[in-house]
């Protein structure tokens, strides 16, 4: 197990510093805007908006009740799917500001985009699709290519990346 979730945390690296602070960029800021923003509303963090009425932890009251409209699976398990959404995008993107379990963040976050982008929003133009979608690609290529240079994932492999 323990090296499974080194091969997770340990991220890619470019040849100069430069190429990874150009990819770290959209990591930070996506990862800034999920947290402060769109997980913020509707996930108690400390930074909630207090007209939310957030605990710590908590979802919004009507956050299930959304995820419930998407039908299928969602109306069954909606509770779950909206913490785990709203998770995703709170935690998730706290974890992306700092580089910190880069892939299995991103990977939680892929997920969350896709059901924004084609569920939420399926009968939607292609304009209200573009949040998610810009989110989804950030989310995909930092699953793949982890937190470069600038992230924690890379402090804290930094051992074995000199073998």
């Given at each position: 197990?323990?090296?499974?979730?080194?091969?997770?945390?340990?991220?890619?690296?470019?040849?100069?510093?430069?190429?990874?602070?150009?990819?770290?960029?959209?990591?930070?800021?996506?990862g800034?805007?999920?947290?402060?923003?769109?997980g913020?509303?509707?996930?108690?963090?400390?930074?909630?908006?207090?007209?939310?009425?957030?605990?710590?932890?908590?979802?919004?009251?009507?956050?299930p009740?959304?995820?419930?409209?998407?039908?299928?699976?969602?109306?069954?398990?909606?509770?779950?799917?909206?913490w785990?959404?709203?998770?995703?995008?709170?935690?998730?993107?706290?974890?992306?500001?700092?580089?910190?379990?880069?892939?299995?963040?991103?990977?939680?976050?892929?997920?969350?985009?896709?059901?924004?982008?084609?569920?939420?929003?399926?009968?939607?133009?292609?304009?209200?699709?573009?949040?998610?979608?810009?989110?989804?690609?950030?989310?995909?290529?930092?699953t793949?290519?982890?937190?470069?240079?600038?992230?924690?994932?890379?402090?804290?492999?930094?051992?074995?990346?000199?073998?």
């Amino acid at each position: 197990m323990k090296k499974i979730l080194s091969r997770l945390t340990k991220p890619m690296t470019m040849k100069y510093w430069w190429q990874d602070l150009l990819f770290a960029i959209p990591r930070i800021v996506c990862g800034y805007l999920l947290t402060s923003n769109f997980g913020a509303a509707k996930f108690g963090m400390p930074w909630s908006p207090p007209d939310n009425n957030l605990g710590l932890f908590e979802v919004a009251f009507w956050f299930p009740n959304d995820v419930a409209q998407y039908g299928g699976i969602f109306a069954t398990f909606s509770v779950f799917f909206a913490w785990m959404g709203a998770f995703s995008e709170a935690v998730g993107g706290l974890m992306l500001v700092v580089g910190f379990q880069t892939r299995i963040a991103s990977f939680l976050l892929v997920w969350t985009m896709i059901v924004a982008s084609f569920v939420q929003h399926l009968h939607d133009d292609m304009w209200n699709k573009l949040p998610g979608m810009g989110f989804l690609w950030v989310a995909i290529f930092t699953t793949i290519l982890g937190s470069g240079k600038f992230g924690l994932d890379y402090l804290l492999t930094l051992k074995s990346n000199k073998k």
